[in-house]
């Protein structure tokens, strides 16, 4: 394939961040991660507890490593398996760090999710993992939960990179930034250097369209079923267009003129979860310069093979965004009640997974003992 029918090559010429969303210790090992790195422009990592549960559960690729754990608590155990495939994927993409000018080759690292309602255990555990993980181009991932927004403020203020994750509605974005720029104004009152404290706000797309085409259904009529596909890229669009406003505004003028730089919008859930929709939908229509997509690496793959890349598809389509929002909350769905269920899902099933984590890592250490 040549250059310039690269999709991901053409993505990334657009202003597009591509990262990976997963991790494991297979991929480190075997060399896939530097090899997507070169073959898929991808400048960055996110992980979860789903992510990590998947990996322990799958192969033997941590057997040594919870051989040299056994005995261990499982808590203390989980914490040195992760932070140490962190630490690994973050030296593999150093390179990209340092040629970016710090702004990608980032891999994050969460926050145990059971702290989701908990802002000082969250400011403890970020401020640890932070200093366990010991690499400039970590960011840790805090959720955007009520309780979660004081923590990312603190968080920031310490001069630590932050990943804002589990974002759904347009106000709590807001809120997002918010607490990202009162971050960045106590890290300069600290006397931090803004340049290199890295944030992005993780806004979720897939779960919307789910949670929206389900109730469409429901109502079952025509106009309602015509609307099936087009909730989470207009919450997006929209979401954008809020970030476009804090970026225009005199708070985030006196950061950046102190060297900080913009809490980029990462699209977060782009793998496609209805077969009947494009696979590439959520790359292909929310192609801006400045943002980042995540894909799980199905979505990767498949965009590296029929991506499409034609222009921005983000900027100036708010009020379309808009419109297409009242036309759903018109059939009596409540864009606010969605956006809610889903913040509290996610932490249910984050939870989950690390519950999972936890078990699968104490078998292993039961087995290894």
Same mark, same amino acid.
Request: avoid cysteine; hydrophobic fraction near 45%.
């Given at each position: ?21 997963d991790l ?6 075997t ?31 941590y057997?040594?490593?919870l051989a ?14 992760t ?10 993409l150093?390179?990209?760090?340092d ?15 059971? #702290? $989701?309602?908990?802002?000082? =255990?969250? &400011? *403890?555990? !970020?401020?640890?993992?932070? @200093?366990?993980v ?17 923590a990312?403020t ?27 720029l009162a971050?960045?104004?106590a ?8 340049a ?17 085409d389900?109730?469409?259904e ?5 106009d309602? #079923? $015509?609307?099936?596909g087009? =909730?989470? &890229? *207009?919450? !997006?669009?929209?979401a954008? @267009? ?7 505004g ?13 809490q ?19 790359v ?5 310069d ?6 799980p ?12 890349v034609?222009a921005?598809?983000v900027?100036?389509t ?5 419109a ?12 606010a009640?969605?956006t ?19 078990a699968?890592?104490?078998a ?5 003992g």
């Open positions: 394939m040549s250059e310039q029918a690269n999709p991901t090559k053409r993505l990334s010429e657009a202003g597009v961040a591509i990262w990976l969303d494991s210790r297979e991929r480190l090992d060399g896939n991660l530097a090899e997507l790195i070169k073959t898929r422009d991808v400048v960055g990592v996110t992980t979860n507890p789903t992510i990590f549960a998947g990996a322990l559960s799958q192969g033997d690729a057997a040594t490593a040299e754990l056994a005995g261990t608590d499982v808590e203390a155990a989980v914490e040195r398996i932070t140490d495939d962190v630490r690994a994927a973050a030296d593999v150093r390179g990209v760090y040629r970016s000018g710090t702004v990608d080759g980032r891999v994050s690292i969460e926050v145990d999710p059971r #702290l $989701a309602r908990d802002t000082e =255990a969250t &400011i *403890a555990v !970020a401020k640890r993992l932070w @200093a366990t010991g690499r400039p181009n970590v960011m840790i991932k805090i959720p955007a939960t009520l309780e979660g927004l004081p990312i603190a968080v920031l203020a310490e001069g630590i990179s932050v990943n804002v994750t589990l974002i759904f509605s347009i106000d709590r974005y807001k809120a997002v930034m918010d607490a990202f971050g960045l104004e890290a300069r009152e600290n006397g931090h250097d803004l290199p404290i890295g944030s992005v706000a993780s806004f979720f797309v897939s779960r919307v369209d789910s949670e929206v389900k109730r469409l429901a109502v079952g009529s025509e309602a #079923l $015509a609307l099936r087009h =909730a989470a &890229i *207009a919450n !997006a669009r929209l954008y @267009a809020a970030y476009e406003e804090v970026l225009a005199e708070r985030w003028s006196a950061l950046a003129a102190a060297g900080a730089r913009p980029r919008p990462l699209w977060a859930s782009t793998g496609v979860k209805n077969p009947d929709y494009r696979d590439t939908m959520y292909d229509e929310l192609v801006v400045g943002v980042v997509n995540t894909m690496e199905k979505t990767l793959d498949a965009f590296a093979d029929h991506g499409i034609l921005d598809t900027t100036g708010a009020g379309t965004a808009a297409t929002i009242a036309a759903i909350e018109a059939h009596g769905i409540s864009m009640d969605v809610q269920l889903l913040e509290d899902e996610g932490v249910v099933k984050f939870e989950k997974s690390w519950d999972e984590l936890l699968t890592t104490q292993g250490l039961d087995t290894a």
